[in-house]
């Protein structure tokens, strides 16, 4: 007899997936992931599904946010640019924690959550989740405009 998967299985299954491409990351290019790392990561299509490139602009951002991925085109095979807030041009090592909380949208769209991204982004950098989203909110707050803007936790 056949099993029915329900929504809740496949959250599960996402977000445990989520979590080993994370370690995965953390494996081939930490334990400290910079700039030039993640300019690595972005090139490898096992770990970041289409193109991208960052741009240090605040045009494609809404208040607030530090970063944002935007299509090239009208497939996904075109590529992304992940507008970054030109605020981090001068924090290059903050940078990829900014992006690799972004990289969970490129990768599986809308089926991903903000828990989906900080799972991520903190499997990836070697952190706990609570650290990881600490560390967005200190990054988030430099913007202005207090609270975090960086998902739900």
Known sequence: MA??????????????HVEAKGIEVFTLYGPQIGWSALQRLLQDRTQVRY?????FDAAGLQPGEFAHP?????????GFTM???????TQLDQVPALVLYQLVAL??????SSDDAETFG???L???????????????????GGGCSCGGH
Do not use: W
């Open 70 to 78: 935007e299509p090239k085109g009208a497939n996904p095979e075109d």
């Open 126 to 144: 070697g952190l706990t989740r609570d650290e990881y989203y600490d560390q967005l909110c200190d990054l988030s707050d430099q913007l202005g």
């Open 3 to 16: 099993q029915t998967l329900t929504a809740d299985d496949a959250r599960q299954s996402l977000s445990a």
């Open 107 to 112: 990768n599986y769209g809308v089926f991903a």
């Open 51 to 55: 193109p991208c490139e960052i741009v």
């Open 83 to 89: 507008f970054v807030h030109p605020l981090f041009m």
């Open 122 to 124: 903190a499997a990836a």
